[in-house]
């Protein structure tokens, strides 16, 4: 049949996120393209491949036929390449680690220095959209942050390993010891309520008894760290957070509450590759020393 990867690439990507939009994103691509693309293959194939299900879409019979068949092409086209490219899997060469603020400042330098071969490559990624941006193939290796209050979605097709866990605490300026009277009064800075870390920051608050006064909307957490260090508010941070923050500030003793686990995330069928295994263990390694960590 006369499809192409790029098709392939797009079918794959809406069948595991469930949406054209979530695809699009993933993919780098605008939802037009994407529909696009979805388009020409359904003609290709002469065959509905998604149906749709209330505002996404699932497979028909020959969209789950064809699901696992896309990804073993997709998957054959990379082993292709990899082997053009002459990689040799006994180094660390090709992996490209999807960071995000803190991870970037706390693990990624570490985890370089210990890495035989100088091919593993930093790509900013929103952690958010790290999962996806995994699957999609943007990136080998993902550093993800996981709530237990509000936990990612689990998806088929990846594989993910905790690597740290850590507890939320009340940033507030360095010699402070802000009572709970002047925290249920004070203001907050705060990330978006809709975001998997907003929900699980204003779980970690009511867990201190109160509702914070919401009065400032961040979604960086080194501006949310830089305000307070400003005088404009308190926000909830953890020691692998405060490798952001100005000189200054301090996790207060007594206010710990909820937290995250700090997650490697590859493709399961990458997974076991010596490279991949190689920058996961090490990653493993610089969270369990602490380096870098206040």
Request: net charge negative; charged share 20%.
């Amino acid at each position: 049949m006369n499809w192409t990867l790029v098709q392939l690439r797009a079918f794959v990507a809406v069948a595991e996120l469930g949406t054209m939009s979530a695809a699009a994103r993933a993919l780098g691509y605008t939802p037009g393209a994407v529909s696009q693309h979805m388009a020409t293959l359904r003609r290709v194939i002469g065959a509905d491949l998604l149906v749709a299900a209330g505002r996404g879409f699932t497979l028909t019979e020959a969209g789950r036929t064809l699901l696992e068949r896309a990804r073993a092409v997709i998957a054959a086209e990379e082993q292709a390449a990899e082997a053009v490219r002459g990689q040799d899997f006994g180094r660390v060469g090709a992996v490209t680690l999807g960071v995000f603020g803190s991870a970037s400042v706390v693990a990624f330098a570490a985890a370089a220095s210990r890495l035989t071969g100088s091919g593993v490559q930093a790509r900013e990624i929103d952690v958010e959209h790290m999962p996806e941006a995994v699957l999609a193939g943007r990136i080998d290796v993902g550093i993800g942050i996981d709530y237990p209050a509000a936990p990612i979605a689990p998806q088929r097709g990846l594989r993910v390993k905790r690597v740290h866990s850590e507890e939320f605490s009340v940033v507030a300026p360095a010699g402070q010891a802000p009572s709970h009277e002047e925290l249920a009064g004070g203001t907050w800075i705060l990330p978006p309520s809709r975001s998997l870390q907003g929900r699980a920051v204003r779980f970690a608050i009511a867990g201190l008894g109160f509702a914070a006064r919401e009065t400032h909307i961040i979604t960086d957490t080194s501006v949310a760290l830089a305000m307070v260090h400003s005088g404009l508010g308190y926000t909830l941070g953890t020691p692998v957070m405060m490798a952001l923050a100005p000189g200054g500030l301090q996790l207060v003793d007594g206010t710990e509450a909820g937290g995250r686990h700090i997650v490697v995330i590859s493709r399961e069928e990458q997974a076991d590759r010596p490279d991949i295994t190689a920058v996961t263990d090490v990653l493993t390694e610089v969270f369990a020393s602490g380096a870098g960590i206040r």
